[in-house]
């Protein structure tokens, strides 16, 4: 035969019990929440990240472009002179 103390301490650790697992479950479905969310910012930050590598790179290959450009004008500018320096020398 039960006791009928125990019983209803029974019952309240059972409520109590109870009670703490809707609270964790709540908390579980806020943390689903969150972590869906943070996937979605993680999305979101790692398309800007490709954007902005992207760009880089491209400002890199730009870069790249115009240097060589420089070098060559340099050089032909060069060439340009020493060709002028020795027309005026024949012209003498």
Known sequence: MVD???FEGFLA?????LDRSQKLMKKID???KEK???RDELQEVSA???SKES???SKRRTDDSV???RET???LNEEADKRISKWKQVQR
Do not use: H, P, W
Not at 13 to 17: D, K, L, P, R, S
């Open 36 to 38: 869906g969310q943070l």
């Open 48 to 50: 800007k990240l490709e």
């Open 73 to 75: 004008i340099a050089r």
């Open 13 to 17: 650790a059972n409520q109590t019990f």
């Open 30 to 32: 806020e943390l689903e």
């Open 67 to 69: 240097k060589k450009t």
């Open 4 to 6: 009928r103390k125990e």
């Open 55 to 57: 760009s880089v790179s």
